[in-house]
């Protein structure tokens, strides 16, 4: 499957905090994204990183990519109560021209 | 610029009967993706259109069907609808078919009694 897998499934932490979540995948991938939902609402594209890009930033965003442990990590630094949020990093499936979510990760930011 | 829209916002229906969701792209959007999130799950991937082709398809029965209009708009459809089709259903738009950032809109909120 190309299915990404979020960790943790959930997180809580104070304002200001930083606030790390990772994604494995198991196939070769072209790019991986990041998405965030609100409260069960539409996703908003965070960030895309190429199979060649080791790190991008955005932001208070940061990815980083390790094709070799077919991984990447979304950290958001000094985060807000407004960054609760369930956070899902995505792959392209090519042959069906569709993203594949994983299962997300559930953030929590206490003001 | 308006966003991608979607209606209704929310919807009841019984099982059995049938449904058509609504999806506006942005302006010069020319890909329609649908997928489905049930609660608590990623969303789930279940059309693709492109040029009012079909250009994917997911994992679905053939009650869930979908089509795209000339002005690039689409309506997806599920007859016979079952509870577990109780769901967010979430329209994403893109420039072109090969494009990999996918705008999403808010989603339509199905409940099935």
């Known amino acids: 499957s190309q299915q990404g897998e979020e960790d943790p499934q959930a997180l809580s932490i104070q304002e200001g905090e930083n606030a790390t979540m990772n994604c494995s995948y198991k196939?070769?991938?072209?790019?991986l994204q990041w998405y965030r939902q609100n409260s069960g609402r539409g996703l908003v594209h965070l960030i895309l990183?190429?199979?060649?890009?080791r790190e991008k930033h955005s932001g208070r965003l940061r990815v980083t990519l390790d094709t070799s442990k077919k991984s990447s990590s979304l950290l958001i630094t000094a985060s807000r109560a407004a960054d609760t949020a369930s956070y899902f990093c995505?792959?392209?499936?090519?042959?069906?021209?569709?993203?594949?979510f994983g299962s997300g990760t559930r953030l929590q930011v206490q003001p | 610029d308006a966003g991608v829209t979607q209606s209704p916002t929310h919807l009841i229906k019984t099982r059995g009967q049938q449904v058509t969701l609504r999806c506006s792209p942005i302006?010069?959007?020319?890909?329609v993706s649908w997928y489905q999130q049930v609660l608590g799950q990623g969303p789930q991937f279940i059309f693709q259109?492109?040029?009012?082709?079909?250009?994917g398809r997911g994992n679905f029965p053939d009650r869930f069907s979908a089509r795209q209009f000339p002005n690039y708009s689409s309506e997806l459809n599920v007859n016979a609808l079952l509870l577990g089709d109780s769901a967010l259903y979430l329209c994403?738009?893109?420039?072109?078919?090969?494009?990999?950032?996918?705008?999403f809109g808010p989603g339509t909120r199905l409940t099935v009694l």
């Open positions: 994403a738009s893109s420039p072109w078919e090969g494009n990999n950032e996918q705008f």
């Open positions: 196939t070769s991938i072209n790019n």
């Open positions: 990183i190429r199979s060649n890009e």
């Open positions: 995505a792959l392209m499936d090519t042959g069906r021209r569709a993203l594949t």
């Open positions: 302006s010069g959007h020319k890909s």
């Open positions: 259109y492109y040029e009012k082709e079909e250009r």
